[in-house]
C-alpha cells in the first residue's frame, strides 16, 4: 500500500473539551464493542475482544495516548449490541464504537463517525440445497435481516426496485438469524458479507451454506463518535492518518483478510484518502 510520510499529530497545550477532557482527567478511555460482529469485532468466552476493528481501535488509543502526553492509557471494554451501540456513544457510557457500523446520514443525526475504516457490502446467505443463485430466486419466500440494520434497508429497496415480492423478517442478532436459516424457517439471511462469512464459521453445518455472488449495496464503516465533539474527531482521525500512512494498516489488514488477497481497490482508496496532511 502506498506510504504518505505524516507528521506526528499532537495535542497542543489548549483547553481541552469533551470526551478528551474526560480521557485526560481519567487517565482511561471507554471503547463500545461487539460481541457477535466477527470478524470485526467479537468475543470468544471470556476472553478479550478481538477483530478487525479492535485491533484498530487499540493503535487509535495509543496514538491518543501520544497526543494527550498519557504515559498509561487503559483501555476500558464496554460491549453493546447491534441495537445500543449508537445510544452508548450518545449518552456518554461509552467515547467511540468499533465494530462493523455503516456510516449513513440518517445516524449522523444521533452521533459522528471518524475516516473511514473499512467497506463492505450488503450480502445474502442461503442453504447451499436451495439451488439460489440471485435475490430474484428468492422471490415468494422469506429473507431474515437484523433489524434496524443498513442490510435490512438495502434488502427492501432491492425487493421494491425489481419488483419481487418475498418477506423481510427481522431478527434481534445475528445468531438468531442464522438460527432461523439453519432451521429453514427463512429462506436467506442478509447481512454484511463478512459479518456472514463469520456466522458461518459458528454455524452447525457450515457447508451446507453458501454465499450468492450479489453485492446488494455500500457500506462505508466508521468509528461511531459522540456528535459534536470535534476534539475528539480529530484526534481520532490524526491517528487514522497515522495507521493508514504507515505500514501499520497492512498489517492489520493481513492478520484478519490475508487469506483473501490484497485489499480490494475501493478499500485502498478510502486508505489513501483517509491519509489526511498535517
Known amino acids: 500500500m502506498l506510504a504518505i510520510a505524516l507528521f506526528t499529530g499532537s495535542i497542543h497545550a489548549q483547553a481541552l473539551d469533551g470526551r478528551l477532557k ?22 470468544m468466552g471470556s476472553s478479550p475482544p478481538d477483530g478487525f476493528t479492535v485491533d484498530l481501535c487499540k493503535r487509535v488509543a495509543q496514538s491518543i495516548a501520544r497526543q494527550l502526553k498519557i504515559e498509561n492509557l487503559k483501555i476500558d471494554w464496554v460491549l453493546v449490541t447491534v441495537q445500543s451501540r449508537f445510544d452508548v456513544v450518545a ?33 445474502v446467505m442461503v442453504k447451499a440445497t436451495s439451488g439460489a443463485r440471485s435475490l430474484a430466486d428468492l422471490s415468494g419466500g422469506r429473507i431474515g435481516v437484523i433489524r434496524g440494520t443498513t442490510n435490512e434497508r ?11 415480492s418475498a418477506t423481510v423478517v427481522p431478527f434481534g442478532s445475528s445468531d438468531e438469524a442464522m438460527a432461523a436459516l439453519e432451521a429453514e424457517r427463512v429462506v436467506a439471511f442478509a447481512s454484511d458479507r463478512l459479518l456472514l462469512v463469520g456466522a458461518v464459521a459458528k454455524a452447525k453445518d457450515p457447508r451446507s451454506l453458501t454465499l450468492l455472488p450479489e453485492q446488494l449495496s455500500f457500506e462505508p464503516y466508521g468509528i461511531v463518535l459522540p456528535r459534536g465533539d470535534a476534539s475528539l474527531r480529530l484526534a481520532v482521525n490524526t491517528a487514522l492518518a497515522q495507521i493508514y500512512g504507515s505500514a501499520e494498516i497492512d498489517e492489520i489488514f493481513k492478520r484478519w483478510f490475508g487469506q483473501f488477497g490484497p485489499p480490494p481497490a475501493i478499500l485502498e482508496a478510502a486508505y489513501l484518502l483517509g491519509t489526511i496532511p498535517d
Open 22 to 43: 474526560k480521557i485526560a482527567e481519567t487517565k482511561s478511555i471507554a471503547i463500545g464493542v461487539r460481541g457477535d460482529a466477527m470478524p470485526f469485532s467479537f468475543m
Open 91 to 123: 449518552k456518554g457510557s461509552a467515547d467511540m464504537e468499533c465494530g462493523a457500523s455503516t456510516i449513513t446520514l440518517s445516524r449522523m443525526r444521533q452521533v459522528d463517525f471518524s475516516s473511514i475504516t473499512f467497506v463492505e457490502s450488503t450480502g
Open 154 to 164: 438495502a434488502v427492501m429497496a432491492q425487493l421494491k426496485r425489481r419488483q419481487l
